[in-house]
């Protein structure tokens, strides 16, 4: 093998929004060097200017920003902010790259993030990071939490020169004279996620967009309900600054609108908005909120159930409809926006402010760059991918996702992110861990039997909570508590620059306990304490007071007594840290092999890129072949043959001799834990027992067997699969005259199954057009509720309307009938515009019916100890940011499994777990936290209730001799434990305590405040 | 597969009866010991004796209406490291046998090599009403016949036996029964497991032919135990019902923890508070003190009492071994009975019913708890 040829061992990730930051976390986890290439001054993308998101409407920054500084600190991550791709020579595993780095004109290394030169600075220009609804200084850091947390200079016409900030920083970290660097890379692999752009309002100016001061983009008015954001989330008007009484949000600005270029449906406004109206409301429930939309594209998993909450709970008021033309009133500058009404009616409405939901462009540099990577984009200027291998671009070696390969949400971008690391460690796997760094750290000091020396740190959390608790008393109190030595606040204690702060403080001060009073240890905790183990002490010589979820936030009415409940909790957290030990990490070993369950594609995409990966994969399918639901699916949309790719992949499985492939075989029994697992299985009634270390649930969906509309009775009343399947194999003539009538949502959306089905728009969108292929004149209707053809499958319903395909809505309430005339069939529906009931004959009637769950998923899922939703399938860990991940570590879900889907989806989701396995898989050992269980042999009496408690099995009872006597004890298995501290409550005498949470220390820490 | 059989009580000494049975055990050899209460030799109490020789058997008491301790905790000190090899037969109470079902449930007895001799119970006297009764010349045993025959309850006997709902036992492999019983003339023998039907096949008892009559009357006599108890619970309730009640209830605990001490089912090393947990130094009390204007000493007694009954509220068999124990007069049974009564109700849990049932907080049924708070 030649030197060109040779394999690297790492990875350049081109983006640092959410998705980028993904990519190199799992690559970085997975053995792989990672430089991460970031235009801006910090990772982040637009999910840092969002305010909250649903479903769960969790504070965006807040489960962003621990990800952001673990990108910082990965050993095996190399932030290259300020920096553009120039060039790009070699192939696929040996790429040579040229990266250019604008100035900063800040040094990284020195900057401490204090702002003193923010401060001095004299000029004031727009901040972009706030959409210009305030201003930032020509020096600045883009928001508190950027990453790296160094300011920077902005030149570009900004920067006066004064240089006065270069006086005022105390770390000398200012270089007005930096210059343009060319650095070059060599990489094995590029992965590309530069997101996107939002659409520039100013291209549909019948919305008065820029003209009237009170209308508003969609990601305007997010930094208008952020707390951090320049109204500090307080909801209000830019005209007047008031809080408006009636907002309204006007859809599809710069989707669907083939005019401007802008054919395809950007897939994420319909949620946006609706997550707006609803948090407008949390924030002032008197304000009215409507949005006006074509179709409501709640297609996504637990959507429509949120679509209902936003209805039914706050009153959000939908109304379908394209706004013809907005006037504003020159005096209240409230705006007039003109609609016509389902009726037909035209109608004049008044609101004193809207927001323009406006759609994703493809990030504006996405063209140059692919250019400079010659890779192919599509005719939006997105890249162009194909369906059934959505994650790879037309170079061989450089991979894609995010928007960049359409319009996506943020889970979708995750998950095409972690995909897309497969794909690159696959390619790599030869070369993983040829280039990585083992994370050094300090010796842990012994800190047993020294006197607790305690620091505080207490987080103003911008406003979110020093807008509420007077911070700086709350640090002087904590300053009289017993063995605290000192404590300081901090405006964002989780920041960069702030992590840099607890540690020389630790030095200084000699302290070997820490407390941060913030948010919650959910997310944070494992910050703070990588932060103070970085510094030497163990991580659980740590506390966290949460003065912000549990006190300014639920108090901000009450400033004087949320202020004492934060010395309250400051003191319970003092008194509790100054008990605490270190624990120690437990090194286990693992089984590098997967398990994934379920034969169907989702299941031998995993399967086949974990072995590509390097690892043996059992393959459980409980059917006789593999294939699963694909077997009945012919083409996609854009025509790619399914079988082909179906059968090709099902070769590929078979013959790879990684792969250990177990038809007609069920689950029995599911045993272990991450690393460790042990699963039993049952082949032709003989028991199997396999061991791996991770788990991929792809165990598929089923489709719904309907009894509506004479399905079953009428031989010509058929699926939505039957019929492609007809046309297929050639099986249906169709005629001029033919009528085909085609009902969607049969079994979605109703009461049964509440949920959208997902596919079936664009399924019955591409089985009309392959009627019109073979005979032009045939007669289509399509009868749906709304047409959910998001992303680029827009494209093909307007070719579908192009075409004559005849789409008719209907109402829930109002479903259409069918019934036999004589022999004749015919299709009554009413049409809503015409307000008549509309008679169709029809030679077929085809039913789109739903995709539902398998009645095994219970079973499987109470075998994995993992939830389902309530719709039945698989639930995700985290809905955002964890999308193929279980809580339970080592377990991942792919596919129908997890919620109905397009092949290109489930294809993204099982390389995503493959990728996600392997961040496991590719260890030598895995490391378990400290905080496990523990017996006291001499008090316990062996009674079995934590044994049988226990939802881990990590509890065994055994013989032992104590105190001379033998007798039986518990035990606990420390690598089982999960330290859900169920057995020590469960024990009565208090004989089993779970470290770090012991009764002394719970006793205490209430102690300290009754 | 009950075999039942009638013991001939001759002179109307029913004890003499069963003493010539538990003697002809051990001389068979059916058993190499017996537990059983034997009278003391100021005759005013009872004390459980384990007997290996026939002719310490003179003294046996089994029926002296009596509970000076609740067995079960005898037979936990003799099986929990390990039964003997050979053959133990006690004589039981239903209380003491629904307590060690439960602490074989929590692996602190076995029934290994135990034949569980159950008796009829009416009732007990206190210790302290048993020893006055007797220096009164009156014997306690006789009084409670007497008063059974009359179809009387004595008003001087405990109030957990009062509201007791098990005067028959259940679980055991043998029952001396005289319920319903014309016990004046005979008692009944009833065995009820294989091991129960095993020794009474080497005797030569008459069948007995008095079952249904005694069925009636025990289904009667249940019911006004029931109807009591019930209106006891409805005192109860109405006298603890809010914090403040609830704590002047347990105002005079001196935190002695006898109550601990002699419960049954209460089987930890050490009580989880008499650990460190809940030592302080002076200023802690100092500062609470100063925090609340006053605080009650000794401190946490009410917490004692709430801990306790959170722990043994589902195995909790209404014994009242813990009202006897207090030097204060505290009428924890009613309290105690009240909430145990309650939970158990709640999980459809019946303690000391059934070995196999598993104890209700080892179970996790997802339709259970769905109601939080008052109503």
Redesign the interface.
């Known amino acids: 093998m030649d030197e060109n040829n040779k394999k690297i061992g790492a990875v350049m990730v081109v983006g640092g929004g959410i998705g980028g930051i993904q990519a190199s976390l799992d690559l970085a986890e997975s053995g792989f060097k990672v430089y991460l290439v970031e235009k801006n001054l910090s990772i982040g993308g637009v999910m840092a200017q969002l305010d909250k998101t649903f479903p769960t409407n969790d504070c965006s920054m807040c489960i962003l920003s621990p990800k952001l500084v673990e990108c910082a600190r990965h050993r095996n991550i190399e932030l290259l902010t300020r920096c553009e791709v120039e060039s790009i020579e070699g192939s696929a595993g040996n790429f040579k790259i040229k990266v250019k780095k604008h100035p900063r004109f800040v040094d990284v290394s020195k900057c401490t993030g204090c702002g003193d030169c923010a401060e001095v600075c004299p000029v004031e220009v727009p901040d972009e990071y706030e959409e210009n609804l305030a201003n930032r200084k020509a020096i600045y850091r883009p928001f508190p939490q950027a990453t790296p947390g160094a300011f920077g200079i902005d030149k570009s016409g900004a920067c006066c020169e004064c240089m006065q900030c270069e006086k005022a920083c105390k770390a000398e970290a200012i270089l007005h004279n930096m210059l343009e660097q060319d650095i070059e890379l060599n990489v094995g692999s590029v992965i590309v996620f530069p997101g996107f752009d939002e659409f520039e309002p100013k291209l549909r100016e019948e919305y008065g967009y820029g003209l009237f001061s009170n209308v508003v983009t969609s990601i305007e008015f997010e930094r208008i309900l952020s707390a951090s954001g320049p109204f500090q989330g307080h909801v209000v008007r830019c005209s007047d600054k008031k809080t408006p009484k009636k907002i309204a949000w006007i859809q599809c600005v710069g989707s669907r609108d083939s005019k401007i270029e802008r054919g395809y449906c950007s897939s994420v406004c319909c949620m946006y908005a609706t997550k707006q109206a609803l948090i407008t409301k949390e924030h002032s429930p008197d304000i009215r909120t409507t949005i006006f939309y074509i179709d409501m594209r709640a297609y996504g998993k637990e959507f429509d159930r949120y679509i209902e909450r936003a209805k039914l709970e706050y009153k959000v008021r939908y109304i379908r409809s394209r706004i013809s033309e907005v006037k504003e009133d020159a005096k209240t500058h409230n705006l007039k926006i003109k609609y016509e009404r389902e009726d037909g009616e035209l109608v004049t409405e008044e609101f004193d402010m809207l927001v323009l939901s406006v759609g994703l462009d493809v990030s504006r540099s996405a063209k140059d760059l692919a250019e400079k990577l010659n890779i192919n984009l599509n005719s939006y200027g997105f890249a162009r991918v194909d369906s059934l291998e959505p994650l790879k671009t037309s170079r061989p070696g450089i991979f894609a996702g995010g928007v960049f390969s359409g319009p996506k949400d943020i889970p979708e971008t995750v998950t095409s992110a972690s995909g897309a690391c497969a794909l690159a460690s696959a390619l790599l796997s030869s070369v993983r861990g040829t280039l990585v760094a083992e994370k050094k750290y300090p010796a842990e000091k012994d800190v047993s039997g020294d006197i607790p020396r305690i620091g505080v740190f207490v987080c103003q959390c911008g406003i979110n909570i020093g807008g509420v608790v007077n911070v700086p008393l709350v640090v002087e109190y904590a300053k009289t508590l017993p063995f605290v030595v000192y404590a300081e606040d901090n405006l964002y204690t989780c920041s960069q620059d702030t992590q840099d702060t607890i540690k020389e403080a630790i030095a200084q001060h000699s302290l070997n306990r820490v407390v941060v009073a913030s948010c919650t240890p959910r997310t944070h905790e494992p910050l703070f304490q990588e932060t103070i183990r970085e510094a030497g002490l163990n991580r659980h010589l740590f506390e966290m007071a949460n003065i912000r979820d549990q006190n300014s936030w639920v108090h901000m009415k009450q400033p004087r007594e949320a202020t004492e409940k934060a010395k309250d909790l400051v003191r319970m957290a003092v008194a509790k840290v100054s008990l605490k030990e270190p624990l120690g990490r437990i090194s286990l070993k693992l089984t590098s092999r997967g398990l994934v369950i379920g034969g169907g594609l989702a299941g031998m995409v995993s399967a086949l890129r974990l072995a590509e990966e390097g690892y043996e994969v059992y393959l459980v399918e409980k059917e006789d072949t593999l294939g699963g639901q694909a077997k009945d699916i012919y083409y996609t949309l854009k025509g790619e043959d399914v079988q082909k790719f179906l059968s090709k992949l099902i070769e590929k499985v078979t013959s790879n001799n990684k792969i250990h492939i177990f038809t007609a075989a069920t689950i029995e029994k599911i045993e272990g834990f991450v690393g460790n697992f042990k699963t039993t299985i049952k082949l032709n009634s003989s028991l199997k027992e396999l061991e791996h270390g991770a788990v991929i649930v792809a165990s598929g969906a089923n489709e719904y067997q309907p009894t509506e509309y004479l399905f079953g009775k009428d031989k010509r009343v058929v699926t939505q699969r039957k019929l492609e399947e007809l046309i297929a194999t050639k099986k249906l003539n169709v005629s001029n005259q033919s009528s085909i009538v085609m009902i969607q949502c049969i079994g979605s959306r109703c009461d049964e199954n509440p949920y959208c089905s997902r596919v079936c728009c664009s399924e019955a969108i591409k089985n009309a057009l392959a009627l019109k292929k073979m005979n032009k004149q045939v007669n289509v209707y399509i009868l749906y509720r709304d047409v959910r053809t998001y992303g680029f499958k827009e494209d093909w319903y307007q070719k579908a309307r192009e075409q004559g395909v005849l789409f008719i809505r209907y109402e829930e309430d109002d479903k259409p009938e069918v019934k036999l005339n004589k022999d004749k069939l015919e299709v009554l529906v009413k049409d809503l515009i015409l307000e008549e009931k509309l008679l169709i004959s029809a030679d077929l009637v085809v039913l789109s019916t739903a995709t539902v769950p398998s009645e095994d998923n219970k079973e499987l899922s109470q075998l994995l100890k993992v939830p389902l939703n309530e719709d039945g399938f698989f639930m995700e860990a985290h809905a955002k940011l964890r999308p193929v991940d279980f809580a339970t570590d080592g377990i991942f879900v792919c596919g129908l499994a997890h919620s109905p889907k397009f092949i290109e989806e489930s294809i993204c989701q099982a390389n995503a777990c493959a990728a996600r396995a392997c961040t496991i898989l590719s260890r030598d050992e895995l490391e378990v936290e400290g905080i496990v269980a523990e017996v006291n042999e001499?008090?316990?009496?062996?009674?079995?209730?934590c044994k049988?408690?226990c939802p881990y099995g990590a509890i065994d009872?055994e013989l032992k001799k104590v105190l001379g006597?033998?007798?039986?004890v518990a035990r606990v298995n420390p690598a089982l434990c999960k330290g859900c501290g169920a057995c020590s409550a469960?024990c009565?005498?208090?004989?089993i305590d779970l470290k770090g949470f012991s009764?002394?220390e719970i006793?205490t820490q209430i102690?300290a405040l009754? | 597969m009950s075999k039942h059989l009638k013991v001939e009580v001759k002179n109307g000494k029913i004890k003499e009866a069963i003493n010539f049975f538990l003697i002809e055990l051990l001389k068979k050899n059916l058993v190499s010991a017996l537990l059983v209460p034997r009278e003391l030799p100021s005759k005013d109490n009872v004390v459980q004796s384990l007997v290996s020789q026939p002719d310490e058997l003179k003294n046996a008491d089994v029926f002296a209406p009596v509970l000076p301790v609740n067995s079960a905790r005898i037979i936990s000190e003799m099986t929990r490291l390990g039964s003997g090899k050979a053959s133990v037969g006690a004589i039981l109470r239903s209380c003491e046998i629904r307590a060690l079902i439960e602490l074989v449930k929590l692996k602190q007895a076995s029934l290994d090599n135990l034949l569980i001799i159950g008796i009829d119970c009416p009732g007990t006297y206190s210790v302290k009403d048993y020893k006055a009764l007797c220096q009164q010349g009156i014997y306690p045993e006789d009084e409670l016949f007497k008063n059974l025959k009359k179809g009387m309850e004595d008003v001087r006997i405990r109030e957990a036996c009062k509201v007791c709902e098990y005067p028959v036992p259940s679980n055991s492999d043998l029952t001396f029964g005289f319920l319903g019983v014309d016990f004046e003339k005979n008692i009944f023998f009833q065995a009820n497991t294989s091991k129960g039907e095993k020794i009474l096949d080497r005797f030569s008892y008459l069948e007995f032919d008095g079952l249904k009559i005694r069925e009636e009357f025990i289904f009667k006599y249940l019911k006004q135990k029931i109807k009591k108890r019930d209106e006891l619970f409805a005192l109860t309730q109405k006298e603890v019902k809010g914090w403040e009640n609830l704590i002047s209830f347990f105002s005079a605990c001196i935190n002695c923890h006898n109550c601990m001490k002699v419960c049954p089912v209460c089987y930890c090393r050490e009580c989880f508070f008499e650990s460190a947990c809940f030592e302080f130094n002076g200023d802690k009390y100092l500062n609470w003190a100063k925090k609340k204007g006053s605080i009650k000493m000794p401190k946490d007694t009410a917490l004692f009492h709430l801990g306790r009954m959170a722990h043994m509220a589902t195995s909790c068999v209404g014994c009242g071994a813990c009202e006897e124990a207090c030097p204060n007069n505290i009428p924890l049974l009613k309290v105690f009975k009240t909430v145990a009564h309650n939970v158990q109700e709640i999980f459809q849990y019946v303690p000391g019913k059934k070995l196999q049932e598993p104890l209700p907080l080892t179970t996790f049924k997802e339709d259970e708890l769905q109601r939080v708070g008052e109503d």
Do not use: M, P, Y
């Open positions: 001499l008090k316990c009496k062996g009674c079995r209730l049988e408690i009872v006597k033998e007798k039986e469960s009565r005498s208090g004989s009764d002394s006793l102690g009754v």
